[in-house]
């Protein structure tokens, strides 16, 4: 056997070799992205019931912090409050409901997209300035009921709010893990 035929079986080996340990590497590729698809469609099947139930209380926060439904539960906690608080107790109290609503719901953040979670916070920014204004454009001696019903009829007067911005963003992200 002369060096040329040493060569070419020598390239014939290299060939084989090369050509079983690219079957081999291709199917250990193959198996590897199953494994991960499979893994991410097993996490999706946990995930995404979290992720829908965090854009329903995201959606929750944003309806209980509107000046309406603010309105509503003081007058259920306390049917005599817009008659005996004053508008800075009504303030305050309005004030304090958006903040507790937002730190209750502060996780939630890692369940929805940057912008989503931006868009809330400007939200929750703009109602509080939105109230604060409302009592400083009233006269020294207006109640807490002329109060409510001004910042009820300004911010049904608004158009679209913040909050109706936050909320369709909301929507619109929660529909696209469906």
Sequence with gaps: MGTTEILLVILAVAVVIFGFWFIQWSQFRNEEKKRQWEL???????????????????????ERTKPEHMIMELRKNDPQALSTWSIGQVQQYLLQTIRA???????????????????????????????????????????????ATTLLSAYASNGLTPTDKAMDALKNEAKSLM
């Design 40 to 62: 991410k469609r097993d996490s999706q099947k946990t995930i995404s019931p979290i992720r829908l139930r965090a854009y329903e209380r995201l959606a929750l926060l944003l």
């Design 101 to 147: 609503e937002f730190d209750h719901n502060q996780s939630q953040q890692v369940y929805v997209s940057e912008e989503v979670w931006d868009l809330l916070i400007n939200a929750r920014d703009q109602m509080a300035s939105f109230i604060i204004s409302i009592a400083g454009q009233l006269p020294k001696n207006a109640n807490a009921q002329v109060y």
